[in-house]
């Protein structure tokens, strides 16, 4: 069975900092690539940041210099640092992870960013 279980979300202030963190199991995580995608209600998934499994990685662009995207293919955890947090980066946060036609999604966590 397949889980990915995002932590680390909550409420701070703006410019303040978080670190998200994706644990996954039922899977052979070094082969997946992993994502951060972000949804406000009523609003598409977007993707925020990913990180193949060669490391390679990947930012929108209003996130860029302000967020990191790592793994930790020894703990199965997939991680997004995020600084400088401003309002309109609240959203609820979900990981996600790929290889070949699979495509897992955890249940989210949410990022509350105060003005």
């Known amino acids: 069975q397949v889980q990915l279980v995002e932590s680390g979300g909550g409420l701070v202030q703006t410019g303040g900092s978080l670190r998200l963190s994706c644990a996954a199991s039922?899977?052979?995580?070094?082969?997946?690539?992993m994502g951060w995608y972000r949804q406000a209600p009523g609003k598409q998934r977007e993707l925020v940041a990913a990180v193949t499994s060669g490391r390679s990685t990947k930012y929108v662009d209003s996130v860029k210099g302000r967020c990191t995207i790592s793994r930790d293919n020894a703990k199965l955890t997939v991680y997004l640092q995020m600084h400088s947090l401003k309002p309109e980066d609240t959203d609820a946060y979900y990981c996600?992870?790929?290889?070949?036609?699979?495509?897992?999604w955890g249940q989210g966590t949410q990022v509350t960013v105060s003005s």
């Open positions: 996600n992870a790929k290889y070949g036609i699979d495509d897992f």
């Open positions: 039922g899977i052979i995580f070094r082969l997946y690539a």
